[in-house]
């Protein structure tokens, strides 16, 4: 039997890296997003490596919605393996100019919907004994950078409860681990270069080399195939005792 992934915010960027990675190594996936385009996006890859899979715009806002969406993954597929919790958003500012609302709209996404998306779907994982759930937080889930109090205070909180799921799953081989990027060449990425150039009143070229590539050993962006991989190593059944654990693919910046 094929195992089933769904991946979070699966339709471009690091999540869409990662589907590929999964449909080449033959899962089911339900793939999530806001594109326009997602479904065509999921068929054309679920023909590509011959692998069933089925696409959700569901508004990662709503709890009702997240709870949702694991429903159809399940009813759709008949179980959930793998949950990858991958969506997320960025707002680059001074704290004193920073908009309650975005503050809590990326509060929600990168961190509240890990947690709805975890809880609806551990049912499924401890009736099957078997869950592996992966939590994209980001290298400023363990260091902090100015202007970004919103995403690293939910980038910190995804990997406590990174710890707390990897405890509770221990006895139903469920394990939860968080994956922690530097900087990847995403569109996300994109639209954080020019806010980064706006509040640091420098050129795009400046804001790569001197702000964002600056804590690398590595001056290189993050591979999103490194995270892939990473992520389909978390996914496999030889894995059940790596867990509990946050992974820096960061080129060197944790290590100072």
């Known amino acids: 039997m094929n195992k089933i992934v769904l991946i979070t915010g699966s339709t471009s960027g690091i999540g869409l890296a990662i ?77 004193e100019d920073f908009p309650n609302a975005k503050y809590e709209t990326i509060i929600a996404i990168n961190m509240n919907a890990v947690f709805y998306a975890s809880k609806a779907a551990w049912n499924q994982m401890k009736t099957q004994q078997f869950g592996r759930i992966i939590n994209i937080s980001s290298v400023h889930g363990l260091r902090a950078s100015e202007f970004k109090s919103a995403y690293v205070a939910a980038k910190h909180g995804v990997i406590g409860m990174t710890k707390v799921l990897a405890l509770e799953g221990a006895p139903f081989n469920i394990t939860c681990n968080a994956i922690c990027p530097g900087y990847v060449k995403t569109p996300l990425v994109e639209g954080q270069i020019k ?36 992520a389909l190593l978390l996914a496999k059944e030889s894995s059940t005792t790596i867990t509990g654990t946050s992974f820096a693919l960061d080129g060197g910046w944790s290590a100072q």
């Open 19 to 95: 589907a590929t990675q999964f449909a080449k190594e033959g899962y089911n996936i339900m793939f999530h997003g806001l594109e326009s385009n997602g479904d065509d996006i999921a068929k054309e890859i679920g023909e590509k490596y011959q692998v069933k899979v089925a696409f959700s715009k569901a508004n990662l806002l709503q709890s009702e919605a997240v709870e949702g969406l694991i429903a159809e993954t399940i009813s759709t597929f008949g179980h959930l393996h793998v949950l990858v919790n991958n969506a997320g958003i960025q707002f680059v500012s001074p704290i």
């Open 195 to 230: 806010d980064q150039a706006k509040a640091h009143h420098m050129t795009a070229d400046e804001v790569v080399q001197k702000v964002m590539l600056k804590k690398q050993a590595v001056k290189q962006f993050i591979p999103v195939e490194a995270i892939a991989d990473m």
